[in-house]
């Protein structure tokens, strides 16, 4: 009877599983250096074996985090000054309904009080001119 045990063979499953083990810790690397969170770490001795054996890396990825830090110091200034726009707006807006309601006034009163009752009033020969007399460029920048 022949002996069906091959050396070969023998060899042959130790190499795949070598090889498999090999593809896995190949895998296993790329996932850790393209893994943000492995490169920005706190642990102390990781941070010093990233850096004493991929510093190119380490340093890339440092700048990574201050890239982000100073995005969100322009975010933060750009929200205050969204802010500061919108109550600006708020501001123009009433400006508007105050200037919108006081044509409605004037007119009302033109339509209710004579020329000479109209004159007696100190608005009217001053400021209510100049107020009628803006109405088309004031009620563009209101719309």
Same mark, same amino acid.
């Given at each position: 009877?022949?002996?069906?045990?091959?050396?070969?063979?023998?060899?042959?499953?130790?190499?795949?599983?070598?090889?498999?083990?090999?593809?896995?810790?190949?895998?296993?690397?790329?996932?850790? %250096?393209? %893994?943000?969170?492995? %490169?920005?770490?706190?642990?102390?001795?990781?941070?010093?074996?990233?850096?004493?054996?991929?510093?190119?890396?380490?340093?890339?990825?440092?700048?990574?985090?201050?890239r982000i830090e100073?995005?969100?110091?322009?975010?933060?200034?750009?929200?205050?000054?969204?802010?500061?726009?919108?109550?600006?707006?708020?501001?123009?807006?009433?400006?508007?309904?105050?200037?919108?309601?006081?044509?409605?006034?004037?007119?009302?009163?033109?339509?209710k009080l004579s020329?000479d009752e109209l004159?007696? @009033?100190?608005?009217?020969?001053?400021?209510?001119?100049? @107020?009628?007399?803006?109405?088309?460029?004031?009620?563009?920048?209101?719309?």
């Amino acid at each position: 009877m022949e002996n069906n045990s091959n050396p070969k063979t023998n060899n042959s499953g130790f190499f795949d599983a070598l090889l498999g083990y090999a593809i896995l810790m190949t895998i296993a690397f790329i996932f850790l %250096w393209n %893994w943000d969170g492995f %490169w920005q770490t706190n642990i102390r001795p990781l941070e010093n074996v990233q850096q004493k054996y991929f510093p190119s890396k380490f340093k890339q990825e440092q700048l990574k985090i201050s890239r982000i830090e100073r995005n969100n110091e322009y975010f933060a200034e750009i929200e205050s000054r969204l802010e500061l726009a919108k109550n600006e707006l708020a501001k123009q807006k009433l400006n508007c309904d105050y200037y919108e309601t006081s044509l409605g006034l004037i007119e009302l009163l033109k339509r209710k009080l004579s020329e000479d009752e109209l004159s007696g @009033i100190p608005c009217y020969e001053s400021t209510c001119k100049q @107020i009628l007399n803006s109405e088309p460029e004031a009620l563009e920048i209101c719309s």
